[in-house]
């Protein structure tokens, strides 16, 4: 008994130690400057939040233009929530962090990626895959 309870507490600290949180890009604790990370998803379009349906999630304030976008939002943050924790997924990709405007982005594979502005997204489509796999591998070190 006493060999499972110390190979318990070892593997619980061995996996925490590997886990990350990850630090969402946000405005004075507001992520994504307040829009709604379940409309780019359902209208495929920007759409502001509003304070009145927000939740506290991952560091941050994530406000939903609508009860039923916020009520999808707490079931699963991760599936809505945007890649490189809303930074420029460009800008990850090339081992940076950047700030993003809500009307760039793109969705990729069921994943919400932003982008710094309009033009850096023109950059971003141009190869997103191997963009992706950039972004993906300097995310860890990035994510600090």
């Known amino acids: 008994m006493k060999y499972l309870v110390t190979t318990t507490i070892a593997f619980l600290f061995y996996t925490s130690s590997f886990s990350q949180t990850t630090n969402y890009y ?10 709604d990370v379940v409309a780019y998803f359902l209208q495929n379009k920007a ?11 991952s560091g941050s304030k994530w406000q ?3 009860q039923s976008n916020l009520d999808s939002f707490k079931v699963n943050p991760a599936k809505y929530a945007p890649q490189y924790g809303g930074y420029c997924a460009y800008g990850c990709s090339e081992n940076h962090k950047s700030p993003t405007e ?3 982005f793109t969705i990729i594979n069921d994943k919400l990626y932003l ?11 141009k190869d997103t895959a191997n963009r992706i796999k950039a972004a993906d591998k300097n995310w860890t070190s990035l994510n600090n």
Not at 26 to 35: D, H, L, V
Not at 47 to 57: A, L, Y
Not at 116 to 121: A, E, I, R, S, T
């Open 115 to 125: 982008n710094y502005n309009l033009k850096v997204k023109e950059f971003w489509i």
């Open 26 to 35: 946000n405005t004075k604790g507001t992520a994504i400057k307040g829009y």
């Open 47 to 57: 759409v502001e939040g509003m304070e009145s349906f927000s939740f506290e999630w």
């Open 64 to 66: 939903f233009s609508s």
């Open 102 to 104: 809500p009307n760039a």
